[in-house]
């Protein structure tokens, strides 16, 4: 079966500084997705970013990165400059390749503190 | 902008009541989601719809059922409410599946009491 894992059920950190969040994937297959969610508090989850798990650079968005590491099934999401509204709940998430369903770890609560 | 929209923000509702809760997506995706979110637990998939009329058990159907009569809606049936389905539903959407993985797309999700 295929599982996400999220080590850090919560994290604070103080704006303006770098915060990663961790992720572990287990899975069989060669080829997939892996992504980042973001939930606000009270508001729609969004996505982040996604990684292909065919290309060997690791995925940016702005301030957002990530660390892909498909050998050790790892993926971790740097927050660069860390903002107030950072503050969210983050899923990592896996989808196998043409599976049009998803598979979401538990979550990491961060907060980003004045 | 793809926009899921969910009938209800909060519901209250009674043990043993019929719950219907609605989801309406405006970009004509194939496939459609809905989701239990629980601290602790994450998000987890109850149902998925693929097609008008088609629906596929995710990984905790039990006590729910659904109903896609159009591609547009998809609803999700709590056919006797209980206290353990307290919880906050997500509905999601994506476009099916091709050549490159399409993400999901949310709605504000509804928070469901059951008293």
Redesign the interface.
């Known amino acids: 079966a295929q599982t996400v894992t999220q080590s850090q059920p919560e994290m604070s950190v103080q704006e303006a500084e770098t915060v990663t969040l961790s992720c572990t994937y287990d899975t069989s297959e060669n080829n997939y997705y892996l992504f980042w969610y973001k939930q606000p508090p009270s508001r729609q989850m969004i996505l982040v970013i996604r990684q292909e798990a065919y290309k060997q650079q690791n995925a940016t968005e702005n301030r957002f990165s990530v660390n892909f590491q498909k050998a050790a099934k790892s993926f971790s999401l740097k927050i660069s400059d860390s903002q107030l509204g950072d503050t969210a709940m983050y899923f990592c998430a896996f989808a196998p390749l043409r599976d049009d369903k998803i598979i979401f770890g538990k979550g990491t609560r961060l907060h980003i503190l004045p | 902008d793809v926009k899921v929209t969910q009938s209800s923000r909060y519901l209250v509702k009674r043990t043993g009541e019929k719950v219907f809760l609605e989801c309406v997506q405006d970009m004509d995706h194939e ?1 459609m ?1 809905w ?1 239990r979110q629980d601290p ?6 109850i149902y ?1 719809s ?1 097609d008008v009329k088609m629906k596929e058990k ?1 990984d905790i159907p039990e006590g729910y059922s659904v109903s896609r009569e159009k591609k547009e809606r998809f609803s999700l049936i709590l056919e006797s409410a209980s206290t353990n389905q307290t919880s906050m539903y ?1 509905c ?1 959407s ?1 476009p ?2 091709g050549l490159s ?1 399409q ?2 797309h ?4 509804t928070r469901l009491s059951i008293l």
């Open positions: 496939n989601f989701y602790g637990l994450g998000l987890r998939l998925f693929y995710g997500l999601a994506s099916a599946t993985y993400p999901q949310f709605g504000d999700g």
